[in-house]
């Protein structure tokens, strides 16, 4: 059931037929599966981008709280930074690992969502290479603007944009990356004219903003949120589903106007594909009984994460999803990439 739902959900995309979809959808499992003993040795999680930023910050709050669980029997979970080519690297690594369940991915809507649609010989195949554990949680883009620019919510950006097509810039991580494609997204959902302005990373995108070399940004709360609160970014609204906790107040990009748009990031953990559903079980309630401990997800919210949990299903899902997504955008805008 659950495969031909996902084969359904991917829709157009007929390089992720069927087939693919076997290893990365873990079925619900008997209890006894959870009895089974854990091995004498720690995990891996491999985090596919460099130490000290939101993504690492989320593993290692995750690493330490799967490591607390029983289930493991005291072993160790290892965090492992291989960073570089917007994750692909230590994709890579875990996709080529044993299959014992000792190796995980802290995978992020990049490496498993707008880098399949955006590079063209992938060194790792998202849904083959993989078998899903659990989704960790869900990180909203914020629609942001430097404070010159006379606008206070997305309407009146809009309006704006309209007014003066071609003259207002927008930001990104890079070409390919996963907030030019969100803004894509609304540059398509829209109809406005605004110039892309690629960077080589957040930073220095986020500098610019604040010094108001460009007008507008997505990005996120872990490192937007200050220069909000400080008053040198102008938050218009929230890329999600719904309101999150970190921003009541907020209207999001649907409410105000751009109907069943939402955009962002997510944070999983994946293992390799041929992993055994025991093992994947046993990862899986523990990840889950990890997210209702208070302290991890009011921690996670804190960054600007949205706690989920869940089954691999569900995970297998957002995954196919993404994919779908990203894959018919780039096609449908006939874009581009450095």
Not at 22 to 39: D, F, S
Not at 61 to 70: C, K, M
Not at 285 to 305: D, K, M, S, T, V
Request: glycine share 10%; charged share 15%; with cysteine.
């Amino acid at each position: 059931m659950i495969k031909s739902f996902i084969a359904r959900r991917l829709g157009t995309l007929g390089a992720l037929a069927a087939p693919h979809l076997v290893t990365l959808c873990a079925i619900a499992l008997p209890t006894p599966a959870l009895a089974q003993p854990w091995p004498d040795r720690p995990v891996r999680l491999v985090v596919p981008f460099p130490a000290g930023g939101a993504v690492d910050i989320a593993a290692r709050l995750v690493a330490q709280a799967l490591a607390d669980q029983p289930a493991l029997r005291g072993q160790a979970v290892v965090v492992d930074n291989r960073a570089g080519a917007s994750g692909s690297i230590g994709s890579q690594s875990v996709a080529r690992a044993p299959a014992d369940g000792l190796t995980l991915l802290f995978a992020t809507g990049s490496t498993h969502g707008t880098n399949p649609a955006v590079t063209a010989h992938l060194p790792y195949d998202p849904i083959r290479d993989f078998a899903p554990v659990i989704l960790v949680a869900s990180t909203p883009y914020l629609l942001l603007v430097h404070p010159s620019v006379p606008v206070r919510n997305l309407a009146e950006l809009l309006a704006l944009a309209r007014e003066r097509p071609g003259q207002l810039n927008y930001a990104s991580y890079g070409s390919g990356s996963s907030n030019h494609l969100a803004t894509e997204l609304l540059r398509a959902r829209t109809g406005i004219d605004i110039v892309h302005v690629p960077y080589k990373g957040g930073a220095p995108a986020i500098a610019d903003l604040v010094a108001g070399q460009v007008q507008i940004l997505l990005d996120v709360w872990s490192s937007s949120g200050g220069h909000v609160t400080a008053g040198r970014m102008r938050l218009l609204a929230v890329a999600s589903a719904r309101r999150p906790a970190f921003a009541p107040e907020t209207a999001t990009v649907s409410e105000s106007g751009v109907t069943g748009y939402s955009a962002g990031t997510f944070y999983a953990v994946l293992t390799t594909a041929g992993t055994s559903p025991a093992r994947i079980a046993i990862l899986n309630e523990g990840l889950n009984r990890a997210l209702e401990q208070p302290e991890l997800r009011a921690r996670l919210l804190a960054q600007g994460a949205e706690p989920a949990g869940g089954g691999p299903e569900q995970l297998a899902s957002r995954i196919a999803e993404e994919i779908t997504t990203w894959r018919t955008l780039v096609k449908t805008r006939g874009l581009v990439f450095d």
